[in-house]
């Protein structure tokens, strides 16, 4: 049985855009606001993640959107029912308001996960 072009583009984009449930809750939440920080006196932040799925996975990339930030994260496998971090530096050279993000990736997952930071640099 053949079925008609559009049906089987439908059943082929649907696939595709289906997700896995999440892998990881994000107990520190997913965005932090450093409020005002000295320039020229990097903080950091550290987001916490439990693995909440039934497999071990590993964090395969952490992105940031400029070289201001930088994350540190471990490449061991976070077991299930696990707790990790992911501690982000943010180097306070300019000032002014930043608004961050970064994109973390679990070997479990295609799409990756939004983290955001804040804050003013006096």
């Known amino acids: 049985m053949r079925l008609p072009a559009f049906i089987l583009c439908l059943l082929v984009s649907f696939n595709l855009s289906a997700q896995k449930a999440p892998v990881a809750e994000w107990t520190t939440g997913v965005h932090h606001d450093f409020g005002d920080i000295k320039q020229g006196q990097p903080v950091t932040f550290e987001f916490l993640y439990r693995n909440i799925s039934d497999?071990?996975?590993?964090?395969?990339n952490v992105r940031t959107t400029c070289?201001?930030?930088?994350?540190e994260w471990s490449d061991l496998?976070?077991?299930?029912?696990?707790?990790?971090?992911?501690?982000?530096?943010?180097?306070?050279?300019?000032?002014?308001y930043f608004y961050k993000k970064i994109k973390v990736f679990f070997s479990s997952q295609r799409?990756?996960?939004l983290l955001t930071i804040e804050g003013f640099v006096e």
């Open 55 to 60: 497999e071990p996975f590993i964090i395969d």
């Open 67 to 71: 070289g201001c930030t930088a994350p």
């Open 77 to 96: 496998p976070t077991e299930p029912k696990g707790i990790q971090v992911i501690s982000i530096v943010y180097d306070a050279r300019k000032p002014g």
């Open 111 to 113: 799409k990756g996960e």
